[in-house]
């Protein structure tokens, strides 16, 4: 009998809903269990079951729905499986079967516990009036039924840490999939004739930052580590914060260039053209550092964070706490020392290749411990 793959929900973008995909081509043959599935193109030829809140317009509104998840993620049905397996950003960890299901080893892959309720001060949405009011209550709910499961992997030390602050578990390290191969391959025979005259059109030498533009994301601080460093700097992305960071650029005339929607490969070649790519948000983990090694481009992360694992201090990039002052300007003459195979060869250990081998291995060993 096969394993239940559990996601809080289904969507067509999303970097947990990745790290399902590659789940499931490690275990082609589990179904999946979500909150409702927004993305049934993308995960097509998969028996995918959904919940109550599916068939409401609640599944359009994450906030209005968050009351009734915790319910319902424990009243499931009845279901036969060998294992259950957790992907777990929120609640989904919670998740409760009735039938053959409910006594089977219960095996939980943590993205994060959930940020607005443990970790408000790196979430927004966890300083809303009423988020405030029901976080207690949520903290101890969420620590009971984190004790149900039989083991817990956590995508980083940094959210290893989090879980036994939070959840007074502890946890394996299993870093998140990433395609190495796509942005390890030179992009330029993929490139349209639009993006090579963006490419023409940006400075020979420049700081990279590349993200959603949204707040936590601090590019601002891309922006200052240029200004300190004297060098120019390309934002490539888009988002709400686009305007604030207008704003900014405009304050540096000539400094910054931007590059909105970047397809793969031009990201690709952006990183490659880039003297260093900078990542100054504390992520969990944090994929576009892996990718922008790939490359062969060193990274400029900060210190603390899922991107201080993944980049090496001194070798494949530097580690920062601020991102002005003399120390900012030395990482950038360190960073443009870094040889570019040591980036490649450090990004290769983050393949997909090594998340479904190490993942395999690990629900093998604990669900039939």
């Not at 909150?35 to 317009?57: C, H, K, M, Q, Y």
Request: aromatic fraction near 8%; charged fraction near 20%.
């Amino acid at each position: 009998m096969p394993g239940i793959i559990v996601h809080e929900w289904l969507a067509n973008r999303g970097g947990s809903e990745n790290v399902v995909e590659e789940i499931v081509a490690t275990f082609p043959n589990a179904r999946i269990q979500s909150l409702w599935n927004d993305a049934p193109e993308r995960f097509a030829g998969v028996d995918v079951a959904e919940t109550w809140l599916a068939r409401t317009p609640l599944r359009k509104s994450k906030a209005l729905a968050l009351p009734f998840m915790p319910l319902t993620w424990r009243h499931l049905g009845a279901r036969d499986a060998d294992w259950i397996l957790c992907s777990s950003h929120l609640f989904a960890h919670h998740a409760r079967f009735a039938g053959p299901a409910r006594g089977v080893p219960k095996l939980v892959y943590a993205h994060t516990p959930a940020r607005y309720i443990w970790t408000p001060e790196l979430d927004a949405r966890g300083n809303h009036a009423l988020a405030k009011l029901v976080r207690r209550p949520l903290q101890r709910l969420d620590r009971d039924r984190a004790q149900e499961p039989t083991a817990i992997a956590a995508n980083s030390e940094f959210v290893r840490q989090r879980i036994q602050n939070a959840w007074h578990r502890d946890s394996v390290v299993i870093h998140p999939p990433v395609d190495v191969q796509a942005f390890a391959d030179d992009p330029a025979a993929e490139l349209l004739a639009d993006e090579l005259a963006i490419l023409d059109g940006l400075p020979s030498t420049f700081l990279l930052g590349a993200s959603r533009f949204i707040p936590y994301k601090r590019l601002d601080l891309v922006v200052a580590l240029g200004v300190v460093s004297d060098t120019a700097v390309v934002l490539a992305g888009d988002g709400p914060s686009l305007p604030d960071l207008q704003a900014l650029a405009a304050q540096h005339p000539g400094q910054v260039s931007f590059v909105l929607k970047p397809s793969r490969a031009l990201l690709s070649a952006l990183y490659r053209r880039a003297l260093a790519y900078v990542f100054p948000a504390i992520e969990d983990f944090g994929i576009m550092p892996v990718e922008a090694m790939a490359t062969g481009t060193p990274v400029i992360v900060r210190a603390i964070g899922g991107a201080a694992e993944s980049v090496v201090d001194g070798v494949t990039g530097v580690h920062l706490h601020e991102f002005t002052g003399g120390k900012a300007r030395e990482a950038v003459l360190r960073a443009a020392t870094m040889r570019p195979q040591d980036c490649i060869d450090r990004a290769w250990q983050f393949d997909q290749s090594v998340f479904r081998s190490t993942l395999r291995s690990w629900v093998a060993t604990e669900a039939h411990a």
